[in-house]
C-alpha cells in the first residue's frame, strides 16, 4: 500500500520530481514578470468591471449575448484574482506552502480557465440558435440565462476542485508531474487535452456559424437596399465573439501544449524554461477581451467612456463608427430578438425615415 504525503509542505514535493523554484525566479526576470504580472491584473480588475457595469447601465445590452459577455469579463476578473494570488505564491515561496494553499493556487487558475471556456461554449450556442431563426438575438429568458451562468460557475468551480478531490499524486509520487509536483501526470494529460479538443471544436463551430451568417446576409442584402452597415450586422457581430475566441485560442493552447508535454513525462522539451513566459501569455488574455469589447462594438466604448469621464449620457446618441454600429437596429417592441431579414428592412425603413425628416428640414 503506498504512503500518502497529506501533511508535507511543498519542498518535499519539489525535491522528489527535481523542480527549481529558485533560480528561474530572481534578479531582472523576477522583476520584469512581477511589474507586467501588477499592471496588467489592475488593468484587469478596472477594464472588466467597466465592461460589467456598462452591460447594467445601458438599456441596449440587455440581451443574452451581452449577459454572457458580463459574465467572461466575470471570468476574466476572477483571472486577475487568480494571478494575484499566484504571483504572491510563486517562485522560492512556492516550497514554503501547504498541499492545501498550493491546491488553492492551482485550484483558482483552473477554474477561470474553464469559466472563460465554458462561457465561449454557450455563446456559440446561443449564436447558433439566434442564427439560426434568423434573429440578431436569441430569446432566452432571464431566468435562463441566470441558471446558464450559475451553470458556468458551477462547472468551472468542480473542474477546478477536481485534482483537490483526489485525482492527484499524493499517495503516488511516482506518477508527480514536474510543472505541478502534486498533480499526476494523467490528469494534465486529460486537462490539456479536452481544452484542447474543445478549442477545436468551438473554432469549426463558429467558423460554420460566421460562414452561414456571411452567406444569408449576402443573400438578403441582394434583395434590399438598406443601410451597408445595418446589413452587416450579423456579420460584423460574428467577428466580434471569433475575435474573442481567436485571442482566447492563441493565449492559452501555449500552455496547455507545455503540460501536455509535461503530462506525457518529455523530460528534454526544455518547458522548465517558457512555462511562466506561457502564464504571462495567458494573462494577457483577460487584458484583451475588454480592448476587444470597446474596439469592436462602438456602444460599448460610448458607454464605458461615459463612465470613465463620469458626463452625462449623451441624448442625441448620434455618435457612430466606421467599425461597428450598436448590435440593435431599430428599436422594435420585440425583445426577444431582432430578425436578420426584419432587421435589414427596418433598416431600410429606418434610412427612408431619416431621408424623409431631411426633406422636411
Not at 32 to 41: D, K, M, Y
Not at 226 to 252: D, E, N, Q, Y
Request: hydrophobic share 45%; charged share 15%; proline share 2%.
Amino acid at each position: 500500500m503506498n504512503e500518502c504525503y497529506y501533511d508535507k509542505r511543498m519542498d518535499f514535493f519539489y525535491n522528489k520530481t527535481k523542480t527549481d523554484t529558485a533560480d528561474e525566479w530572481t534578479g531582472p526576470q523576477l522583476i520584469v514578470v512581477l511589474c507586467f504580472g501588477t499592471f496588467f491584473c489592475l488593468f484587469i480588475f478596472i477594464s472588466n468591471s467597466l465592461v460589467i457595469a456598462a452591460v447594467v447601465k445601458n438599456k441596449r445590452f440587455h440581451f443574452p449575448f451581452y449577459y454572457l459577455l458580463a459574465n467572461l469579463a466575470a471570468a476574466d476578473f476572477f483571472a486577475g484574482i487568480a494571478y494575484v494570488f499566484l504571483m504572491f505564491n510563486t517562485g522560492p515561496v512556492s516550497k514554503t506552502l501547504t498541499v492545501n494553499r498550493w491546491f488553492l493556487r492551482q485550484g483558482l487558475l483552473d477554474t477561470s480557465l474553464t469559466a472563460s471556456l465554458v462561457n465561449l461554449l454557450v455563446i456559440a450556442v446561443e449564436r447558433h440558435m439566434s442564427i439560426m431563426r434568423m434573429k440578431i438575438h436569441s430569446n432566452l429568458t432571464k431566468k435562463r440565462v441566470t441558471f446558464l451562468i450559475i451553470s458556468i460557475w458551477a462547472i468551472a468551480i468542480f473542474m477546478g476542485a477536481v485534482p483537490t478531490l483526489g485525482w492527484n499524486c499524493l499517495c503516488d509520487i511516482t506518477v508527480c508531474s514536474s510543472l505541478a509536483p502534486i498533480y499526476s501526470r494523467s490528469y494534465l494529460v486529460f486537462w490539456s487535452v479536452l481544452n484542447l479538443v474543445v478549442f477545436f471544436i468551438m473554432v469549426v463551430v463558429y467558423i460554420r456559424i460566421y460562414m452561414y451568417v456571411q452567406r444569408k446576409t449576402n443573400v438578403l442584402s441582394s434583395h434590399t437596399s438598406g443601410s451597408i452597415s445595418r446589413r452587416r450586422t450579423p456579420v460584423k457581430l460574428m467577428k466580434t465573439v471569433m475575435t474573442v475566441l481567436g485571442a482566447f485560442v492563441v493565449c492559452w493552447t501555449p500552455g496547455l501544449v507545455v503540460l501536455l508535454l509535461d503530462g506525457l513525462n518529455c523530460t528534454y522539451c526544455g518547458i522548465q524554461n517558457v512555462k511562466r513566459w506561457f502564464l504571462l501569455l495567458a494573462l494577457l488574455n483577460s487584458v484583451m477581451n475588454p480592448i476587444i469589447y470597446s474596439y469592436k462594438d462602438d456602444e460599448m466604448w460610448a458607454t464605458m467612456k461615459r463612465m470613465i469621464f463620469c458626463s452625462s449620457e449623451d441624448k442625441s446618441q448620434d455618435r457612430r463608427s466606421s467599425r461597428i454600429p450598436s448590435t440593435v437596429l431599430c428599436r422594435s417592441t420585440d425583445t426577444s430578438g431582432h430578425y436578420i431579414e426584419d432587421g435589414i428592412i427596418q433598416g431600410t425603413i429606418c434610412g427612408k425615415g431619416d431621408l424623409g425628416n431631411k426633406g422636411n428640414s
